[in-house]
Structures are given as structure tokens and as C-alpha cells.
């Protein structure tokens, strides 16, 4: 079978998302979730080897054969991101039956495994895909989806919150949709290699402009680029707090690779970067989002808000690795892909095990929280000290090759920024710390047990890899170098 | 309404037709324009008129919320399930070359099974959204 794992990749989550609302007795559709979301895994991981030794895979569906039929592509780059997010899904997947099961009530926890799974598929379907109107399609899947994710927090604030994320996130597929139909009528193909090898031979029209123009637009709007991210923190803050962990550690992954593939492998360097200014566009927009986003974290009193404004500026590091156009600032956007995933889904996870207890995520609730959860207060910190990117964690790694990207290219200024904006990390992480550890337990506070293992475990394997990667980076910093090459290669 | 006795006879009437364009549409779908998605929206804008018509509750005893929802997961099951047959048997996702004997058949049957899962699902899905909204009741909190 494998031959066909491409396409069990996506099939599997597709399957186990109507299987998940057949089974609708207690929570028992956790266990078609955790069927589906470990599979994935062992897929992506046997995918990742295959395509490390073999190259890229060309999987045919239906057997037409490409660029008429839809052809699911997957080189190192693509390999790396299914890994990513079918690793985190699994990860959540276990974490998921005792938080959502709090928050939800029993009778809806069926609901929200079946878009959990359909949001799986189609994050995966984007990142497999080598059809371009495929990857819109799988990434209004998960969109669709991950609205309705939100839209299931408790808060009443979360239905404006997906409303919000509603207008905007369809704003941003119509305008990939309208780019993806100009470069259909300039070229007359849908498929990613065929139409990368006809734009490069043909001159740049202002079809071809504008094509380019509606798709960077519309991937940023999705990505949450500064100053197109107004709809993220209210998602993130109103969102349950595992579909917070779930999203913030892949959706705006996958929608950098989005970027990474259009930039890189469709549109080639020359025209992204040379003939059109995008580097110097995107250089700006993430050193403001580093900065700006860091900023307000700083000031902000829900937890989870305050993280999610520190994805934002964890997205803008992402952005200015891919405005470097070299080979170590890819690297360094595509490792941090990797490592933001690690540490801000254990961050959010820390944060679901804090409300589970007090059901709160608010900092004047966090009294004392060293002591009164000692294991999910140590996993918030370890993440924080690696979003600051402190050595001997993955922030760490990510930070250094960002740095050697921007020496690369003469931008000292930009590594001089990326270390500045650290420090504001630094001002927002401590701030928790101080209110956890040195504020003593209030005295009315009730006695309470620290998180279900089930839930501790899923967090300090992430947290735990976040250290881990950030010692052994023989994985990402060798898969992220091979797939920079391949995707400036290309070009 | 529920006094309107032209609207209701002239619903009762026209219900059948509407079925029976549905049914000609999801199946022609294969040989002309058509298939599920449009049969599908036919088939739920059917049961929407009846529940203008004849009331919510009514529609509800028709199809019940449980089989609504039973429908919406069977089609993507169908459709998906087609696919993964495709597997087993030897072919590519989505194949239908090797669905039966030869492949003239093969697509034949795959395409019509396809469709059928599409047309299940799209009913099931519209019908559902609409008594969500119709049975919501705005509450004070409301806007």
C-alpha cells in the first residue's frame, strides 16, 4: 500500500470526520478521532522517509494523469509540514477528551471531533495538494471548519469572534480564488509544476501582476501577516482552549506554506523578488509585527490573548526568514514553522489545563499557580523561555538561523531587530512568572490538584520536544536546509 | 398559512414532480448537465416548501432530525468509501476503471455512486441548515 499513502493521508481524517458523527454514543467518537489522528502520523512520518530517499512522490487521483487530473505532490517541503501537522494532531488528539468534554458537555463532544477531523483533512489536503484550485478548495475545508471550532467555545464572545474570522477568512480565499483564476486564464492550467514551467516562460503581464498581488494578499489575510491579523487574537482567545493549541500550532503553518509555494515554487525568486518588491514588503510588515504584536502581548490580561499577539509576532520571524530569499533565512522560517508549532501548542495546552482547574485563563487568577499546578505552570514557562528563544531550546535554533539569513545578506539591521524584539518576549513571559511563582496562593483560593495526566502528558510532549529539537536538530535543521535548497533551487 | 388551501393543495400536487425532477437530475447528471449537488439542492428546496407549507413539525415527522443527520455523514462515507474500494481492488484513489468488469462499467458505477453520495449529503445538509434556523428562537439576549 505504499504507493497509495498520499492519498490515505488525506482520505484517513475525511473518512473519520462523518464516521465521528455516526458515533455519537458518550465520547466514543474520541476514539475514531484517535484512530485517525495517529494514523495520520504514522503516514506522514513513512511519507517523510520515502520522500528523503526517493525524492518527490507523484500520487495521480483517479488516475488521470496530471496537469488535467489532480495530482498530489509531495517533495521535502511538503513532507515536513504534513509531518508537522499531523504530529501536533495527534499529539491534541489524547489532551482533547478531558478538556472537551469539560467545555462542551457530553452530548456535544461528537460535534466537535467531526469538525476537528475535517479540519485535519484539510490542512493536510493543502499541504499534499499539487493542483492549485485543489489547495483552495482543502483550505476552505479547514477554514470552514475551524470557523465552526471557534464558533463552539464557551464564551459567548466566540460566536462574534468566528463571525469576525467568517468575514475575513473568506475575503482572503476570494481574493486567493480570483489570483488563482488569473493565472488560470493567462496560462490554462491548474497544476503547480505545469503552471510554474509556463510562467517561466512567459513575459510578466499585468494578468500575471495581478495575479500575484491577489494571492500574496489573500495567503497573508489567512497567515495572519501584520497588519491583516486583526482576526486572529479574538479567535484565539474565545476558541476552545484545545482548538486554540490546534490552530495556533498549524493553520497559520500551513498557511505560511501556502506562501512558501507560491512564492518559491509557482512564481519563481526572480519574479517574487526581483521584478516585484516583495522582499523589502515583507522585511517591513514583519519587523512591525515583531515589534507591534510583542508590544501589545505585553499589555494584555487574558493568557490566551496575550499568546496568540505573540503569534503574531512569531509569524512576522517566519516572514522576515522567507524575505531573506537565501537559503539559511528559508531554513530558518521553515524550522521556526516547525519549532512556533512545538511551543506555542504546548503553551496553549498549558493554558487548557490552567482553565480546566479554575476555568480561567486570566492573569489576576495566575496567584501563586507555580505552586498551586507546579507541572502545567513549569511546561508555560519552558515554552515562554523558548518563544524568547533562549539557547538549548528551538527558539534558540530558529533565532540563530535568522540571524545568520539577515548576515547573509548584508541586513545586520535585521538580526540586530530580531534581538531587540526578543527582549519584549522576554517582558510578556516574565510578567507570568512573576504573578505564578513570586505572588503568594490567595488565601480564599480553593485546593486544587494539578491537570489530569492525560492532559499533562500531550503538554510536556510538546513542551519536551521544544527542548529536545532545540539540542538534536539533526531532523529539522537537515529536512528545513534540504527543502530551502529545493524550494530556491527551483526557482 | 396553515388555513391556505390553494398554496396547500397546489404543494401536495407539485411535491412528486419536484421529487421526480430531483431523481432525474441526480441520474442524468452522468450523460448531461446535473449531478448530485444540483439534484441535491432540488430535493431539499422539496422539503423546504413542505415545511412552508404544512408547518415545521409536520416536515420534522417527515424526516426526522436523526435520519438528517444519519444523511449527512452517509454520503460523505459513500463517496469516500467509493474511493477507498478503488484501493482494495487495485486502482488508484477514485479509479473507477476497476469498479467492475470493464472499465466503461467501472465509471459508470463509480460516478453514479459518487454522485448519489454527493446528492445524500447536499439534501441532508440544506434541510438541516434550514430547520436550524427556522426552529431558532431568538431569546431576549438576542440582538
Known amino acids: ?491 | 398559512m396553515h388555513s391556505n388551501l390553494v398554496l396547500r393543495v397546489v404543494a401536495k400536487l407539485l411535491m412528486p414532480f419536484i421529487m421526480l425532477f430531483g431523481l432525474y437530475v441526480q441520474f442524468h447528471g452522468d450523460f448531461g448537465p446535473g449531478g448530485g449537488f444540483q439534484a441535491g439542492v432540488i430535493f431539499a428546496a422539496g422539503f423546504i416548501l413542505y415545511a412552508l407549507i404544512f408547518g415545521l413539525q409536520s416536515a420534522g415527522k417527515v424526516l426526522p432530525r436523526g435520519i438528517l443527520r444519519f444523511g449527512i455523514a452517509l454520503g460523505v462515507l459513500l463517496f469516500a468509501g467509493v474511493g477507498v474500494y478503488n484501493l482494495l481492488v487495485g486502482g488508484q484513489y477514485l479509479d473507477y476503471n476497476v469498479m467492475a468488469q470493464d472499465p466503461v462499467h467501472g465509471q459508470h458505477l463509480g460516478i453514479l455512486l459518487v454522485e448519489l453520495g454527493v446528492g445524500i449529503t447536499v439534501t441532508s445538509v440544506m434541510v438541516m441548515v434550514f430547520f436550524t434556523f427556522a426552529r431558532h428562537r431568538p431569546t431576549k439576549g438576542d440582538d
Open chain 1, 1 to 491: 500500500m505504499t504507493e497509495h499513502l498520499a492519498a490515505l493521508q488525506v482520505v484517513i481524517p475525511l473518512l473519520c470526520a462523518p464516521l465521528c458523527m455516526l458515533v455519537r454514543y458518550r465520547d466514543w467518537s474520541w476514539i475514531v478521532a484517535l484512530f485517525g489522528s495517529w494514523a495520520c502520523l504514522i503516514i506522514s512520518w513513512l511519507l517523510l522517509q520515502l520522500v528523503m530517499v526517493d525524492g518527490i512522490i507523484s500520487y495521480h487521483m483517479g488516475n488521470w494523469a496530471p496537469p488535467l487530473g489532480i495530482e498530489y505532490r509531495i517533495d521535502k517541503v511538503s513532507a515536513f509540514v504534513l509531518l508537522i501537522v499531523s504530529a501536533i494532531g495527534a499529539v491534541i488528539t489524547p489532551y482533547a477528551r478531558e478538556s472537551v468534554r469539560a467545555e462542551f458537555g457530553v452530548n456535544r463532544v461528537y460535534l466537535f471531533y467531526t469538525a476537528y477531523m475535517l479540519c485535519l483533512c484539510g490542512l493536510l489536503g493543502v499541504t499534499i495538494t499539487g493542483d492549485a484550485f485543489n489547495l483552495f478548495v482543502f483550505l476552505e475545508i479547514s477554514s470552514l471548519s475551524s470557523y465552526v471550532l471557534i464558533a463552539l467555545g464557551k464564551d459567548r464572545r466566540a460566536l462574534t469572534a468566528a463571525y469576525q474570522y467568517l468575514v475575513l477568512g473568506t475575503i482572503g480565499a476570494t481574493f486567493i480564488v480570483i489570483g488563482i483564476g488569473l493565472l488560470y486564464a493567462e496560462t490554462g492550467t491548474l497544476n503547480m509544476a505545469d503552471l510554474a514551467k509556463r510562467l517561466a516562460d512567459q513575459p510578466l503581464s499585468r494578468t500575471i501582476g495581478a495575479a500575484f498581488g491577489f494571492l500574496v494578499v489573500g495567503i497573508s489575510l489567512k497567515l495572519a501577516l501584520f497588519p491583516l491579523h486583526l482576526w486572529l487574537p479574538n479567535a484565539y482567545t474565545y476558541a476552545p482552549s484545545v482548538v486554540s493549541a490546534f490552530l495556533a500550532a498549524t493553520a497559520t503553518k500551513v498557511a505560511v506554506y501556502v506562501l512558501l509555494r507560491f512564492l518559491f515554487s509557482i512564481f519563481n525568486v526572480k519574479l517574487s523578488f526581483g521584478v516585484m518588491p516583495l522582499d523589502s514588503i515583507l522585511l517591513v510588515l514583519a519587523v512591525i509585527a515583531m515589534f507591534a504584536a510583542s508590544a501589545v502581548a505585553i499589555f494584555q490580561t487574558n493568557l490566551k490573548r496575550m499568546l496568540a499577539y505573540s503569534s503574531v509576532a512569531q509569524i512576522g520571524y517566519m516572514i522576515l526568514g522567507i524575505s531573506f530569499a537565501n537559503v539559511n533565512g528559508l531554513a530558518a522560517g521553515i524550522i521556526h514553522l516547525f519549532n512556533h508549532a512545538l511551543m506555542k501548542g504546548g503553551m496553549f495546552l498549558a493554558l487548557g489545563c490552567i482553565f480546566y482547574r479554575i476555568a480561567s485563563v486570566n492573569i489576576n487568577d495566575m496567584a501563586g499557580m507555580g505552586r498551586r499546578m507546579p507541572w502545567t505552570m513549569g511546561a508555560f514557562v519552558v515554552g515562554g523561555l523558548g518563544l524568547i528563544g533562549v539557547p538549548l531550546t528551538v527558539g534558540f535554533i530558529s533565532k540563530w538561523y535568522l540571524v545568520l539569513g539577515a548576515l547573509e545578506r548584508d541586513w545586520w539591521f535585521a538580526a540586530a531587530l530580531v534581538l531587540l524584539s526578543s527582549l519584549l518576549a522576554v517582558v510578556y513571559i516574565w510578567r507570568v512568572v512573576e504573578v505564578a511563582y513570586l505572588k503568594p496562593v490567595p488565601e480564599d483560593a480553593p485546593e486544587i490538584e494539578d491537570a489530569p495526566p492525560a492532559m499533562l502528558i500531550p503538554t510536556w510532549i510538546l513542551i519536551g520536544a521544544s527542548v529536545y529539537y532545540g539540542i538534536n536538530t539533526d531532523l529539522t535543521v537537515g529536512v528545513a536546509k534540504q527543502a530551502a535548497q529545493q524550494l530556491l533551487g527551483a526557482g
